[in-house]
């Protein structure tokens, strides 16, 4: 008995010596915002995110999952808040996803981004067939209440309308546009604000480094300033190639929009390296480009990218955000469009099946040169 009296202070001692150790050791080693990341890295200049997708959301994807924990400060989701999966039918809502992926930003402490509510594409079937102007503006309004005003004070920026502009600058003839006439996007605006009124909103859209497309948003931001729309920011969706757009038209894109009174975010960066023999630049999602498919001429990589190519990836990158850093007064966030090069969009778009290298995190959860590219602009004690 006395015995082993003796031995439970000793184990106590030793218990607690260990627990407390280790607990030393633990403050010592991680402090989490002394770890070199993204977000720690940028932390004083704009949050740093990623469009994650299902498996992401429900933590399926642990390589990619531990990459979204250590780097990234904001999460946009890459298809589960469209219309076609959570608005399917006209009195059928469907959160189960999009619940989770709200849940995951707000366990993991991010600033959590909507996307999208007003779009024309992956729209729900029934509403590419309303003629009807009142019917359609039922639609949009019972979507836009219904979904802003479940994740109120939670999503913190919604995309409220994307894509709405050609190339030209005017007005995309969108099914919304057609039916509801051009004040569908000011309407859109309000309702959203209605429901919630502390949310940042803003308008998306891709190639608005172009100097006509970017015209055209200057003029839509303000017309709907004027006419007493809140717009907090505008989203350049940055779906770039290795040379195009240049810094330049970059450049001038954040000062014009800034001075319009908004924030600038770069939404859905990434840069593809493959062939682009159309001069496609943009994202216009419906694009067909089936006949290149299986075309070796259109996918060179399909075992891995050369050296070469990965310096110009890196310096690509490099380049932006330097300019990024320039004008971080203007700029609120800068998120990829996905994490590894595995989950990215562009292997299969605008052709299926193709091998592509656009973001920061090879197929193996490593990160690249273009990560590290990044990172030496401004280490963590800068
Ligand atoms: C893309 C997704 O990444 C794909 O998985 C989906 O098949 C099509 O849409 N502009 C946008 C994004 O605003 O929502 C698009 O995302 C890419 C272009």
């Known amino acids: 008995m006395i015995k082993s009296f003796k031995t439970i202070p000793f184990f106590c001692v030793l218990f607690f010596g260990i627990t407390n150790c280790s607990k030393n050791i633990y403050r010592k080693n991680i402090q989490p915002d002394k770890i070199v990341s993204l977000k720690n890295n940028f932390k004083n200049n704009f949050y740093v995110g990623a469009a994650i997708n299902e498996n992401q959301i429900l933590e399926k994807e642990i390589g990619s999952n531990s990459i979204i924990k250590k780097e990234f400060n904001t999460i946009s989701p890459e298809n589960s808040l469209k219309w076609m999966f959570i608005h399917p039918k006209p009195n059928t809502f469907n959160f189960n996803v999009a619940d989770k992926y709200v849940d995951f930003g707000i366990k993991n402490k991010m600033h959590i981004v909507g996307h999208t509510l007003v779009w024309h594409a992956q729209l729900a079937d029934f509403m ?40 030209d600058g005017t007005l995309r003839e969108s099914i919304f546009l057609k ?63 290795l040379n195009s757009p240049s810094i330049k038209n970059i450049e001038e894109s954040i000062i014009a929009f800034s001075k319009l009174g908004v924030k600038v975010m770069f939404t859905e960066l990434d840069i593809s390296v493959l062939p682009n023999p159309w001069e496609l630049v943009g994202a216009e999602v419906n694009q067909n480009f089936e006949k290149f498919e299986g075309d070796e001429k259109m996918n060179p990589y399909t075992t891995s990218l050369p050296e070469t190519v990965k310096n110009k990836l890196a310096k690509r990158y490099q380049d932006i955000f330097k300019l990024f850093l320039k004008h971080e007064d203007k700029i609120s966030r800068v998120t990829f469009w996905g994490v590894t090069d595995k989950d990215s969009w562009l292997n299969d778009w605008p052709i299926k099946g193709r091998r592509n290298y656009p973001l920061l995190f090879d197929r193996k959860n490593q990160p690249k040169k273009a990560y590290h590219s990044i990172l030496d602009l401004k280490s963590v004690s800068k």
């Open 179 to 241: 039916i509801l006439g051009n004040t569908y996007i000011e309407d859109a605006f309000k309702l959203a604000e209605k429901a919630d009124p502390n949310a940042n909103l803003a308008y998306n859209d891709y190639n608005l480094c172009k100097p006509k497309k970017r015209k055209g948003a200057i003029r839509l931001v303000r017309q709907l300033k004027q006419n007493g729309a809140k717009v907090n920011e505008v989203g350049i969706q940055a779906h770039w190639q």
């Open 128 to 167: 590419n067939k309303v003629t009807e102007r009142s019917v359609m503006m039922n639609h949009m309004q019972n979507h836009i209440k219904k979904v802003v005003t479940r994740y109120k004070g939670k999503i913190n920026t919604w995309d409220v309308v994307n894509e709405a502009l050609n190339e």
